[in-house]
């Protein structure tokens, strides 16, 4: 079966490539359906709110309120190193499924990250805690023609764009740190923009999964024949390091990475 799978994965990314005007950027984009929601995002107003700032072992650790007049309002979270800099790398954390801001700072290396100099921003995504809510949004979406996966880049998007607007973020500096479910987010994030220079990743998706027999935000029909060329490093245009499931690779290996490659 799955020799079946990658022949008609490759006959259909011959077919798709073919014509030069296709590209695999306009590919994603439509197949999320999110276009519509990426025409004007740098120019639309995001109305940003701190709920809280405290402070943590080596920064600062700030609650945002972020309202876009398309997707509603969504918690984020960001560090500020208490290293003083004139400007500074930043990283987009992307957690997994089940995973709290909380959770992916303290043992996701996200705070590792902030105490080593990094400006971290982490949104926290929306029915993500759960299969039973994933997959209610899930099959509501897609029954409608759209997709969760979409609204899930749109909201790292607008994260991104409140990062490049810090004035103490270097904007030509900014990498991804993505577990699980965020990888999935991450592998088409990079394609959508260019903004990002490197990403660490513990997982690939091949956009067609079924958790439970139900849908959830990784079932992306329209994006399944392509994963394999989405999740190549060949095909990627930036720096990536894999490590195991949940970033089981020292802490120094990741500082290092973005370090050289940011």
């Known amino acids: 079966m799955k020799s079946i799978i990658t022949q008609s994965e490759v006959f259909l990314e011959q ?67 208490h290293e003083e800099r004139d400007s500074y790398f930043a990283i987009l954390g992307l957690p997994g499924h ?33 299969w039973e809510s994933d997959h209610a949004v899930s099959k509501h979406l897609l029954c409608n023609g759209f997709t969760l996966m979409g609204l899930r880049v749109y909201e790292s998007l607008l994260t991104l764009k409140y990062l490049k607007y810090l004035e103490e973020v270097d904007s030509n500096k900014i990498g991804i740190l993505a577990h699980s479910g965020g990888a999935a987010i991450a592998n088409l994030l990079i394609y959508v923009t260019d903004d990002f220079k490197a990403l660490l990743r513990d997982y690939n998706s091949n956009y067609l999964d079924i958790i439970l027999e139900k849908l959830h935000c990784e079932t992306i029909p329209s994006i399944f024949p392509f994963y394999m060329l989405i999740n190549s490093k060949e095909s990627t245009p930036i720096a990536i390091l894999e490590t195991p499931y949940g970033f089981k690779v020292n802490r120094e290996d990741i500082i290092v990475f973005f370090n050289q490659h940011l």
């Open 98 to 130: 089940g995973t709290w801001n909380q959770d992916f700072i303290e043992n996701y290396h996200a705070g590792d990250l902030a105490r080593a100099g990094f400006i971290v921003i982490i949104p926290f995504m929306r029915a993500m805690m759960d």
């Open 15 to 81: 077919e798709y490539f073919d014509d030069k005007s296709t590209s695999l950027k306009d590919i994603i984009i439509d197949g999320l359906n999110i276009r519509f929601l990426l025409k004007d995002v740098d120019s639309r107003e995001l109305r940003v709110t701190t709920i809280s700032d405290k402070e943590r072992d080596g920064y600062h650790e700030r609650e945002l309120l972020f309202e876009d007049q398309n997707v509603g309002t969504f918690f984020v979270t960001l560090l500020i190193p």
